[in-house]
């Protein structure tokens, strides 16, 4: 990929041209979708890419930069004018209720892979990183693992507003498992046990990538070492997706058996579950015994049910998306946003807190710093392409199984190998940027991103197995992931 990157002109312009694309319409993501009025191009006559000029906004004049563009020089906001000009910190958005969502059609690939949410979420997982420490950078929804089979589509089209609250993956669990006979439910417990080292083993792996990129923070470096290697980092990221993938063609194979063996009376029970709508799913009691079950095979069978009916009602685009949070989970973001939720009933986590918080990290930083987060989005979209695509070709494969054909195991380990390797260049990525904006942070805006950062002493801490505390970890040496060693 790239290298040797340098902060130049150019990135400076980007990153304008993203929070003026934010600004100009807020209820449309995709990439090309916001032009800019007729009075930016007449602003720019007869001056050259560079020059600043003033542009008259509806809320204001402010000062632009003359930028190149398919259509000619274009006047482009240095930054957006303020409603509050104070410069404080946005406070923590409180927990949603949830609300029954009218439109929801702009959830899709290309929404989560647009220049405007990979700009909010990489800035919030800046933001959670260099607020965090180790313990919150462990913490992972056990959802993200395999995620190939659209419950994340589900949860975040949901009509009824609930796909965030903490009883989302429980309701439709339950009534799937309220759908499957003894014999069904039998062949989800026994995958749990099949595969309950091997999500354990998953989680583990996950450590010494998260300690490395938290040495490269601090400059606790190895001796001998100038930072954190690409290569080795690719390498090994490719091996946790490796049992990532191995993990899924388990799943998918024992699942598809399960939904293959549905009689016409089940496939009518289920066909009143409606897929993105969870106001016609019923509350059903527990449909199993959990407290004879290890607390890790519980959540393994949770899983299974709840993916298990967005496979079945859903569709490979809605297994092929993610949310834009999916790539470079090591840094934190899911333990400011998603810790909190734990042990909580009916908890709904906020929607707007990645964008918020995000946008109140880069409001924070310098145009110098600014420019580092705004590269990223330039440097990774050849892998973020390719990781869809790639998805995509796991997905279609995967589906197979849904049809009793035969699916091709060291394909789906191939490519998700690959995968790996574009995660952990994507990681890499932002590590070293991260690292870099930390160094160059004032005293002043050190106390206002931790300002942005409040907690409740009864959260959990971590270090996180998933979602669950755990003592003294054991994590693997890191020297490898520095270039140092065999």
């Known amino acids: 990929m790239r290298s040797g990157t340098t902060v130049s002109v150019l990135s400076l312009v980007l990153f304008a041209w993203l929070l003026n694309a934010q600004n100009q319409s807020p209820q449309s993501s995709a990439p090309g979708e916001h032009q800019p009025p007729p009075q930016a191009y007449a602003d720019c ?13 509806r809320e204001g004049t402010v000062e632009a930069t003359c930028a190149e563009s398919p259509q000619g020089l274009v006047a482009r906001p240095s930054r957006q004018p303020k409603s509050n000009p104070d410069d404080q910190p946005r406070p923590k958005p409180k927990a949603e209720s949830p609300q029954p969502r009218e439109n929801t059609s702009h959830y899709s690939i290309e929404q989560a892979t647009s220049d ?13 990183f260099l607020t965090g420490d180790f313990g919150y950078d462990t913490f992972l929804p056990p959802g993200k693992v395999s995620d190939y089979f659209g419950f994340q589509y589900m949860r975040d089209i949901d009509a009824g507003g609930g796909g965030h609250n903490t009883s989302f993956l429980t309701r439709i669990a339950e009534n799937m498992l309220a759908v499957l006979n003894a014999g069904q439910k039998a062949q989800l417990l026994a995958l749990a046990k099949e595969q309950e080292s091997d999500i354990r083993k998953f989680a583990e792996m996950r450590l010494p990538l998260i300690k490395a990129f938290r040495q490269n923070l601090t400059g606790d470096v190895p001796a001998g070492s100038k930072g954190l290697n690409r290569t080795a980092v690719m390498k090994y990221s490719s091996d946790i997706y490796a049992l990532d993938g191995r993990l899924a063609f388990q799943r998918a194979k024992v699942m598809a058996a399960v939904i293959r063996s549905l009689t016409e009376r089940q496939k009518s029970a289920l066909a009143a579950l409606k897929f993105g709508d969870s106001r016609t799913w019923a509350d059903v009691p527990e449909q199993l015994d959990r407290r004879s079950m290890p607390h ?13 009916f967005s496979w079945y009602a859903g569709s490979p685009e809605a297994d092929t998306y993610f949310c834009p949070e999916r790539h470079g989970m090591y840094f934190g973001g899911f333990g400011m946003k998603t810790a909190p939720a734990m042990g909580k009933q009916n908890y709904s986590i906020s929607t707007s807190l990645t964008a918020n918080s995000g946008e109140a990290f880069l409001d924070t930083l310098t145009d110098v710093q600014r420019s580092q987060i705004a590269q990223l989005i330039v440097l990774q979209r050849r892998d973020l392409n390719e990781i869809v695509a790639t998805r995509r070709a796991i997905v279609t494969e995967l589906r197979r199984f849904l049809s009793g054909d035969s699916v091709d195991e060291p394909k789906v380990l191939s490519l998700s190998r690959r995968y790996g390797e574009l995660d952990g260049e994507m990681s890499y990525l932002y590590a070293v940027a991260f690292a870099a904006i930390d160094k160059a942070l004032t005293q002043e805006q050190r106390q206002k991103l931790l300002a942005m950062r409040t907690s409740n002493p009864s959260d959990p801490k971590g270090p996180f197995l998933y979602s669950s505390p755990m003592r003294n970890p054991r994590v693997d040496k890191t020297d490898f992931l520095f270039g140092v060693g065999p």
């Open 45 to 57: 006559k007869g001056k050259k890419a560079g020059d600043t000029v003033q542009h008259q906004t």
């Open 116 to 128: 405007r949410a990979q700009l909010h979420t990489i800035a919030f997982d800046g933001l959670a």
């Open 296 to 308: 890790e095979a519980n959540v393994a069978v949770m899983t299974y049910a709840s993916e298990m």
